[in-house]
């Protein structure tokens, strides 16, 4: 990326200017990842906003479950290359690389989940999790059938489909804000 490049079409406050709990929580993050990941400075534009997205976030992605926390960075990388979203697909999918240990799983994800070197019941969680991305107007029992096929609960179901659901919202804002991935990011797992 171009240094001169902005992150965001829309203004990137200073964190001095940011509210003490979101300028803590950007210092926290900066503190375990050596750097900001531009998602947090373009979404403080609003903090309010900020606030209930990461509130969201943190629900979905880092709880206790069925699924595992590279399994929940799967759905992520799938749906959003199917949203074409570029800060999504890098970001996640470094994150991808590190929590399934593996340089090759995210990439092969992102291009075609189908191919990749994954499990049946992961294919089974990425059918599904596109389908929520995709045709969530066409789920149906049989959907909910082939998860429990492959041992997923329907607590599981709501997991995969609130992850999918919760990144075509954070692909959108990504693609309409012009969000950059960070140069961190291409590098991380590999």
Request: net charge neutral; hydrophobic share 45%; charged share 25%.
């Amino acid at each position: 990326m171009n240094p001169s490049t902005p992150i965001s079409r829309f203004p990137v406050p200073d964190l001095k200017d940011l509210p003490e709990d979101i300028r803590a929580r950007i210092l926290a993050v900066q503190e375990k990842s050596g750097f900001v990941p531009n998602v947090f400075l373009t979404l403080a534009h609003r903090p309010d906003e900020f606030r209930a997205f990461f509130a969201y976030h943190d629900a979905l992605m880092d709880k206790p479950g069925g699924l595992s926390k590279a399994e929940r960075e799967m759905i992520v990388v799938a749906t959003s290359n199917a949203n074409q979203c570029q800060y999504c697909v890098i970001a996640h999918g470094a994150i991808l690389r590190i929590r399934a240990k593996n340089a090759l799983v995210a990439d092969q994800v992102a291009v075609n989940y189908r191919k990749a070197d994954i499990t049946p019941r992961q294919r089974a969680m990425l059918d599904f999790a596109m389908k929520v991305s995709q045709q969530s107007y066409a789920v149906d029992d049989t959907d909910f059938a082939a998860l429990h096929a492959h041992g997923f609960s329907d607590e599981d179901a709501w997991d995969i489909a609130g992850v999918a659901a919760f990144f075509g919202l954070s692909n959108r804002l990504a693609n309409v804000t012009g969000m950059k991935p960070n140069p961190e990011f291409y590098a991380m797992g590999r």
